[in-house]
């Protein structure tokens, strides 16, 4: 039985955002280099609207990219640490606070930082929260 490739992509991007506990807030960014495809999984934040890298994966082909990046979704909270990012937009009052998975604090701010002007938010505190 042959399978089609966009059915399978959709499917598989549904079975992320059910792991995520997501619906809809989930960009699927994928590129082409070098004969590989590069997965960035980005989420928007509902209630400040800004968005943040969740994760990036490498794959041979789009599908095998996704089947990384759900495996991944089965599995970060046992693999990666939970951080706290305490944040301010410079120019509003509003202090954010976001909280991200990362191996380290320094994997944490890049997730923040991700397609986004260093200069354009300050960030207060990067605290590695209590495991839950």
Excluded: C
Excluded at 65 to 76: D, I, N, V
Excluded at 106 to 123: E, F, G, P, Q
């Amino acid at each position: 039985m042959i399978t089609d490739i966009h059915v399978e992509a959709a499917r598989i991007q549904q079975a992320i955002e059910a792991h995520l506990g997501v619906e809809g807030d989930l960009i699927f960014d994928f590129e082409q280099n070098a004969g590989q495809v590069k997965l960035n999984l980005i989420t928007i934040n509902r209630r400040h609207r800004q968005s943040f890298l969740f994760r990036t994966e490498i794959g041979i082909n789009k599908l095998d990219a996704l089947q990384k990046m759900l495996q991944y979704a089965k599995t970060y909270k046992d693999q990666e640490n939970p951080y706290t990012i305490q944040w301010r937009v410079n120019g509003e009052k509003e202090l954010q606070t976001s909280y991200f998975r990362a191996k380290d604090m320094y994997d944490a701010l890049d997730k923040l930082y991700y397609n986004r002007d260093m200069h354009s938010i300050t960030v207060y505190s990067v605290v590695l929260s209590p495991m839950a």
